[in-house]
């Protein structure tokens, strides 16, 4: 598995070169003071390209969608945030940490969302890391090391590839050791004095946004006693240096303000129990040892309940998944994760009609909610409702612009419901946003070549091929 993700990682050191290149700001000299706000966002988008085309972020809409309102809610809370551009962003992986990208890009890894104990402990990471962000300690890192080299660029991408997909800092650290020795240059590893100033900033937004400012403190504690006993852990420290002093600070800091006591929502629970069950491997052995628990587990939370629904269906015990969701949505109708997740389930039954009702209401209620959106979408698209399908996700359309992978279900509604012309600019933009420019081009150059109704469709589509156009012109200039 191993060789297999640094032939990955070779591949994309190789599209760095021939593709990013183009798209990467000129920093001009390294006399300048500092990148502007503006070459930091196009780096930070290229950045992104890159891992959407390979890292294993999470495509879920119920935790994608939880992640961007608790992101929101703590930049809402940090005034230096408010004239920047941020996208929370969630990595599949079995290692511990969380990174800032130029442009406000932050991942957070789902380990670090499951190890959290509180909400108010995954609020402090995220809080940290836009005080990151809102500071430039990435554009400043940048100047320092005279310009963004593309070696350090593909060096970057590599090393987390590796360090997401093996679960092991390790196999990271010796992927930037190989690469020209960056190993110390990586954006995200930051110096102690970033992460003082990020802990004050942090811990400040913490509590303005309601939550516990101690968090922060209870969360150091943690990956300073796990490092000493699980590799994961590791990661985390290493790019975010720990030293018992900086804890001290943070603790004396936490004390400055009023203490609460918070109760955690039930969907932090929810999703810390969904992205559980999404990371067990279906097995003979594990579907047995889960039935075997969860039966003798008395007392079993909400959570419990759910995560055990959910491995259920991934594991097709539909019955029992059934049995399990039918009793939570009678307790709690008005909950959207037990929808969504019995609107799933009938999907893989072949019964989607069920659930179409339920979803629409509960989209009535929540217009905003992403994960209601894409269920009611698959459900229309399951129960051959192709017209409703597309309907619902052109008018949601703004949400694609962090959940690209909308623009899939866009095609294929598109293609049911006989709008066979407008297939081609769904393609196109779907794969721009995944960095194959090449691709999109083909794609967006189809879609010129067929009859369309849509008296903008023309604009909008020259207007696209004349971005990726001006990527190249910018290439061609480089050379």
């Not at 893989?348 to 992403?370: F, G």
């Not at 709008?419 to 769904?426: F, G, I, M, P, Q």
């Given at each position: 598995?191993?060789?297999?993700?640094?032939?990955?990682?070779?591949?994309?050191?190789?599209?760095?070169?021939?593709?990013?290149?183009?798209?990467?700001?000129?920093?001009?000299?390294?006399?300048?003071?500092?990148?502007?706000?503006?070459?930091?966002?196009?780096?930070?988008?290229?950045?992104?390209?890159?891992?959407?085309?390979?890292?294993?972020?999470?495509?879920?809409?119920?935790?994608?969608?939880?992640?961007?309102?608790?992101?929101?809610?703590?930049?809402?809370?940090?005034?230096?945030?408010?004239?920047?551009?941020?996208?929370?962003?969630?990595?599949?992986?079995?290692?511990?940490?969380?990174?800032?990208?130029?442009?406000?890009?932050?991942?957070?890894?789902?380990?670090?969302?499951?190890?959290?104990?509180?909400?108010?402990?995954?609020?402090?990471?995220?809080?940290?890391?836009?005080?990151?962000?809102?500071?430039?300690?990435?554009?400043?890192?940048?100047?320092?090391?005279?310009?963004?080299?593309?070696?350090?660029?593909?060096?970057?991408?590599?090393?987390?590839?590796?360090?997401?997909?093996?679960?092991?800092?390790?196999?990271?650290?010796?992927?930037?050791?190989?690469?020209?020795?960056?190993?110390?240059?990586?954006?995200?590893?930051?110096?102690?004095?970033?992460?003082?100033?990020?802990?004050?900033?942090?811990?400040?937004?913490?509590?303005?946004?309601?939550?516990?400012?101690?968090?922060?403190?209870?969360?150091?504690?943690?990956?300073?006693?796990?490092?000493?006993?699980?590799?994961?852990?590791?990661?985390?420290?290493?790019?975010?240096?720990?030293?018992?002093?900086?804890?001290?600070?943070?603790?004396?800091?936490?004390?400055?303000?009023?203490?609460?006591?918070?109760?955690?929502?039930?969907?932090?629970?929810?999703?810390?129990?969904?992205?559980?069950?999404?990371?067990?491997?279906?097995?003979?052995?594990?579907?047995?040892?889960?039935?075997?628990?969860?039966?003798?587990?008395?007392?079993?939370?909400?959570?419990?309940?759910?995560?055990?629904?959910?491995?259920?269906?991934?594991?097709?015990?539909?019955?029992?998944a059934e049995e399990v969701l039918s009793s939570l949505r009678a307790s709690h109708p008005k909950q959207p994760s037990f929808a969504i997740a019995e609107a799933q389930l009938n999907i893989h039954r072949e019964t989607p009609e069920k659930s179409v009702a339920t979803i629409q209401q509960m989209l009535v209620n929540s217009p905003t909610n992403l994960a209601l959106v894409e269920t009611l979408s698959e459900l229309y698209i399951a129960n051959k409702q192709h017209k409703e399908a597309r309907k619902l996700l052109l008018e949601n359309i703004h949400m694609t612009e962090n959940t690209p992978y909308l623009y899939k279900l866009l095609s294929e509604a598109q293609e049911g419901s006989g709008h066979r012309s407008e297939v081609?600019?769904?393609?196109?933009?779907?794969?721009?946003?995944?960095?194959?420019?090449?691709?999109?081009?083909?794609?967006?150059?189809?879609?010129?070549?067929?009859?369309?109704?849509?008296?903008?469709?023309?604009?909008?589509?020259?207007?696209?091929?004349?971005?990726?156009?001006?990527?190249?012109?910018?290439?061609?200039?480089?050379?």
């Amino acid at each position: 598995m191993l060789k297999q993700l640094i032939a990955c990682c070779a591949a994309l050191m190789a599209i760095s070169i021939s593709l990013s290149a183009s798209e990467l700001p000129d920093f001009g000299s390294s006399s300048s003071k500092i990148i502007s706000l503006t070459e930091e966002q196009a780096l930070g988008d290229d950045y992104m390209r890159q891992l959407r085309a390979f890292a294993p972020l999470v495509n879920d809409a119920e935790i994608n969608d939880y992640i961007q309102h608790l992101g929101f809610k703590l930049v809402e809370n940090n005034l230096q945030a408010h004239d920047r551009k941020f996208s929370f962003f969630v990595i599949r992986s079995s290692s511990i940490n969380a990174f800032a990208l130029p442009g406000g890009y932050i991942g957070i890894h789902t380990e670090l969302i499951r190890r959290s104990e509180t909400e108010s402990e995954l609020a402090s990471v995220i809080g940290h890391e836009i005080a990151h962000v809102t500071q430039r300690h990435l554009a400043r890192r940048l100047e320092l090391q005279n310009q963004l080299s593309l070696p350090t660029l593909a060096a970057f991408a590599a090393a987390i590839l590796i360090g997401v997909q093996s679960g092991s800092a390790d196999a990271g650290q010796a992927a930037m050791l190989g690469t020209q020795g960056l190993a110390q240059q990586t954006i995200i590893n930051h110096t102690r004095s970033n992460e003082s100033e990020a802990d004050r900033i942090g811990i400040t937004t913490l509590y303005q946004a309601g939550f516990d400012p101690n968090g922060a403190v209870s969360f150091f504690e943690k990956m300073q006693a796990n490092s000493r006993y699980h590799s994961n852990a590791l990661e985390f420290l290493r790019t975010h240096p720990l030293s018992r002093s900086r804890i001290t600070d943070a603790r004396l800091r936490s004390q400055e303000y009023p203490k609460r006591n918070i109760s955690d929502p039930l969907t932090y629970q929810l999703i810390k129990a969904k992205i559980k069950a999404l990371a067990e491997k279906v097995t003979p052995l594990s579907i047995e040892q889960a039935e075997s628990s969860y039966k003798q587990e008395k007392n079993k939370s909400l959570a419990t309940q759910y995560e055990y629904a959910i491995f259920m269906i991934r594991a097709k015990k539909y019955a029992v998944a059934e049995e399990v969701l039918s009793s939570l949505r009678a307790s709690h109708p008005k909950q959207p994760s037990f929808a969504i997740a019995e609107a799933q389930l009938n999907i893989h039954r072949e019964t989607p009609e069920k659930s179409v009702a339920t979803i629409q209401q509960m989209l009535v209620n929540s217009p905003t909610n992403l994960a209601l959106v894409e269920t009611l979408s698959e459900l229309y698209i399951a129960n051959k409702q192709h017209k409703e399908a597309r309907k619902l996700l052109l008018e949601n359309i703004h949400m694609t612009e962090n959940t690209p992978y909308l623009y899939k279900l866009l095609s294929e509604a598109q293609e049911g419901s006989g709008h066979r012309s407008e297939v081609y600019e769904t393609e196109g933009n779907y794969l721009l946003q995944m960095g194959d420019l090449g691709g999109a081009r083909i794609q967006f150059e189809q879609a010129l070549n067929v009859h369309t109704d849509d008296p903008y469709a023309r604009a909008r589509i020259n207007a696209q091929i004349n971005r990726i156009k001006e990527y190249l012109r910018q290439r061609s200039l480089r050379h």
